[in-house]
Structure formats: C-alpha cells, structure tokens
C-alpha cells in the first residue's frame, strides 16, 4: 500500500515528474514524505498542499491509502 | 447550484440565460442577479500576451469551488449560483470566468459574487501559464491580493 503523491504547475516542472509513491506502513509528516521523494529539493515555502483534495497545513499527517498534492500558489480566475 | 468547467470558449450571458430559465420555481422570488464576468486580457505585468494554458487538479478544483459556493450560501441568502471556468487552451479575449448569483436583494448578490470570485482566486487548484509574443512561455506567480486584503 502507499501514499500517492501528485505535483502541479511550475512545481511539475521543477521536480520533473507528475506523480510519485510513497510507500509507509505507519501514518507520516507531510514534509517527511516530501523529504523522502526530493532529497535534493528544499520544500518551496510557498508551496500548497492538499490531502483528499483539501488544504492542509506544512505540518499534516498522511497515511495509507491518502492522495498527497503539492503545488505553488494558484492563480485561477 | 450549478458548477461548470469548460475547455471550449462560452458566452456567459447565454449561459446565465440558459440556467435563470432553468429556475422557474424561484421566478419571482429572486429580485437581484449579481454577476461577474472575468475575461482573458492581452497583456499582463507590461508584457503582450498571445495566449494562455490553464492548468487545474481535476477533481479538487470541482471540490474547492463546490465549497467556496457553499460557504457563500451560509454566509448570505443567496438563491442560487451558477459558477463556470474556462480550462485548456485561452485565448484573448475568451472568458475566464463566470460567477452568477440571485438573491433576494442586492446586497446579498454584490457581496456573494466578490466573496466567491476572490475565494476562487485564492483557493482553487487553477494555475495560469502565458505565451508571450515573444515565444517565451512562463507560469504566473501569484494572484491579486483576495477578498479580505483589499477591503481593508
């Protein structure tokens, strides 16, 4: 089982991919899986991030099974 | 509550007209229709724009602005809403955005709408980028100041 993870906009870019897998048996900080994917990127501090599709703050938890987003300031409308 | 996201180009006033004929069991009731229009400009930050690419999270920003709606209808009497944002490909001067609201007086409808595009503006997954004439392509970074910087 694992925690998906999904990037958007600049930040798609700047990663280079769309999506990444988190595998965890044991509920995590989300900066510990962001940590875990881009070693070599510091977290922007703009950044947003959405579990479920809801906004959460720097330091949620995520666990099995959640859909873990990243992406930088919208700019809609 | 109608919430629409569109790639082909549409015209807001049809739309508004489509969906108010819809509403025949608040005919009568309704004495206010706010309605905001945002449409896509030819320029921005001193540079000509050709065109624009919108990114959004699909199945978020239906969520988010689902909400955004939602929180309106408990703030104000609204009574109903019609939202419709262009995705894909844009071009100027295609419509962006629509925000259509009817209430029972005015106040409702002209703090409703402004609440509910500002919110848009700041919450829901869309991400703007430009071509510009010169070829060049880049991310817009940040969106107006919302709803509660401006009023203050």
Same mark, same amino acid.
Request: hydrophobic share 40%; glycine share 6%; aromatic share 10%.
């Given at each position: 089982? #694992?925690?998906?993870?999904?990037?958007?906009? #600049? !930040?798609?870019? #700047?990663?280079?991919?769309?999506?990444?897998?988190?595998?965890?048996?044991?509920?995590?900080?989300?900066?510990?899986?962001?940590?875990? !994917?881009?070693?070599?990127?510091?977290?922007?501090?703009? !950044? !947003?991030?959405?579990?479920?599709?809801?906004?959460?703050?720097?330091?949620?938890?995520?666990?099995?099974?959640?859909?873990?987003?990243?992406?930088?300031?919208?700019?809609?409308? | 509550?109608?919430?629409?996201?569109?790639?082909?180009?549409?015209?807001? @006033?049809?739309?508004? /007209?489509? +969906?108010? %004929?819809?509403?025949?069991?608040?005919?009568?009731? +309704?004495?206010?229709?706010?309605?905001?229009?945002?449409?896509?400009?030819?320029?921005?930050?001193?540079?000509?724009?050709?065109?624009?690419?919108? /990114?959004?999270?699909?199945?978020?920003?239906?969520?988010?602005?689902?909400?955004?709606?939602?929180?309106?209808?408990?703030? @104000?009497?609204?009574?109903?809403?019609?939202?419709?944002?262009?995705?894909? /490909?844009?071009?100027?001067?295609?419509?962006?955005?629509?925000? %259509?609201? @009817?209430?029972?007086?005015?106040?409702? %409808?002209?703090?409703?709408?402004?609440?509910?595009?500002?919110?848009?503006?700041?919450?829901?997954?869309? @991400?703007?980028? /430009?071509?510009?004439?010169?070829?060049?392509?880049?991310?817009?970074?940040?969106?107006?100041?919302? +709803?509660?910087?401006?009023?203050?």
């Amino acid at each position: 089982m #694992s925690i998906k993870v999904r990037y958007f906009a #600049s !930040l798609k870019e #700047s990663v280079g991919r769309g999506e990444d897998e988190c595998h965890t048996t044991f509920p995590m900080p989300v900066q510990a899986v962001w940590q875990q !994917l881009n070693p070599e990127l510091a977290m922007p501090e703009t !950044l !947003l991030i959405a579990v479920n599709m809801n906004y959460v703050k720097h330091d949620a938890m995520v666990e099995d099974g959640d859909e873990l987003a990243f992406f930088p300031p919208v700019t809609g409308g | 509550m109608q919430i629409k996201l569109c790639e082909q180009v549409f015209n807001p @006033w049809q739309e508004i /007209e489509q +969906y108010q %004929a819809s509403l025949t069991h608040l005919a009568g009731k +309704y004495g206010a229709t706010g309605v905001f229009v945002g449409s896509m400009r030819d320029f921005n930050q001193g540079d000509d724009v050709t065109s624009m690419y919108l /990114e959004h999270y699909p199945g978020m920003t239906e969520k988010q602005l689902q909400q955004i709606v939602e929180q309106a209808q408990l703030q @104000w009497s609204l009574l109903d809403s019609l939202v419709i944002h262009r995705i894909g /490909e844009v071009n100027p001067p295609d419509v962006l955005v629509l925000v %259509a609201v @009817w209430s029972a007086h005015r106040g409702d %409808a002209f703090d409703a709408s402004r609440y509910i595009m500002e919110q848009l503006k700041s919450r829901a997954p869309f @991400w703007k980028k /430009e071509t510009l004439v010169s070829g060049q392509h880049r991310w817009v970074e940040k969106n107006t100041t919302g +709803y509660q910087q401006e009023s203050r």
